[in-house]
């Protein structure tokens, strides 16, 4: 986990509130990515950066925004549009700009419960 | 589309015996394959890669994985299994030519519990 840092560990969320977890790394990596795992599941890439200012969504990006204004800091907002947010959340990052051999390098999560 | 699969949801060891975690991949291209481990309300951690080159790869904490091409495979191994080795198991996999933002697909995990 050294090197990305990810707060609160756990947050609570009441229905029609946005909320917004934060992913900060010191590793001077390009590509910072959001997963989000479900019990039983594996990760399911949420949005990913791979260079300051630009960032794409990824598979499960519906209800889920980003902004990429710095390096090492990739926020990842929970809206009210997403419908079960109640999940395990995880940043990674990785050098290069991403590059297809790049190793993803991951934080300790952000658990998130919508009350 | 890239894919993995991780056959087992567990797998039970006893502390000392070979411990062997299965991953199949599925590519159109060449794969890149990762394997990561997890413990209890942490983040991923980084085991092992195959990138080209020898088939047997050599990880963290005594992890090794074989990638067999034919067999479309990549499984994990560690030679005598430890009690702290009970964790949630990942393989992940991206292709080479295709991956759009350098996308890691995962397979749905397989949690190892090996018992004293």
């Known amino acids: 986990d050294g090197g990305i840092t990810q707060s609160p560990k756990y947050l609570f969320r009441k229905e029609g509130q946005n909320v917004t977890l934060s992913c900060e790394q010191n590793?001077?990596?390009?590509?910072m990515y959001w997963y989000r795992q479900d019990p039983g599941q594996g990760l399911r890439l949420i949005y990913y950066?791979?260079?300051?200012?630009?960032?794409q969504k990824g598979d499960i990006a519906e209800g889920y925004s980003v902004s990429r204004e710095k390096k090492e800091s990739f926020p990842l907002t929970v809206t009210s549009a997403q419908k079960n947010p109640t999940a395990f959340y995880l940043c990674?990052?990785?050098?290069?700009?991403?590059?297809?051999?790049?190793?993803?390098?991951f934080g300790p999560g952000t658990r998130l419960t919508v009350l | 589309a890239q894919s993995v699969a991780q056959p087992e949801d567990q797998v039970n060891v006893a502390e000392g015996n070979p411990l062997t975690v299965k991953c199949t991949y599925s590519v159109s291209g060449n794969p890149y394959l990762f394997w990561y481990v997890q413990y209890p309300n942490r983040g991923l951690q980084f085991l092992l890669k195959y990138i080209t080159g020898d088939n047997l790869v050599k990880g963290s904490y005594g992890f090794e994985a074989e990638f067999n091409k034919s067999q479309t495979s990549f499984h994990l191994k560690k030679p005598s299994a430890l009690v702290s080795d009970s964790a949630l198991y990942f393989c992940?996999?991206?292709?080479?030519?295709?991956?759009?933002?350098?996308?890691?697909?995962f397979g749905g995990g397989t949690r190892v519990l090996v018992k004293p």
């Open positions: 992940a996999v991206r292709d080479a030519f295709k991956a759009a933002g350098n996308k890691l697909t």
């Open positions: 590793l001077n990596h390009d590509a």
């Open positions: 950066s791979q260079i300051v200012n630009d960032f």
């Open positions: 990674a990052s990785s050098g290069n700009r991403g590059g297809a051999t790049d190793t993803q390098y």
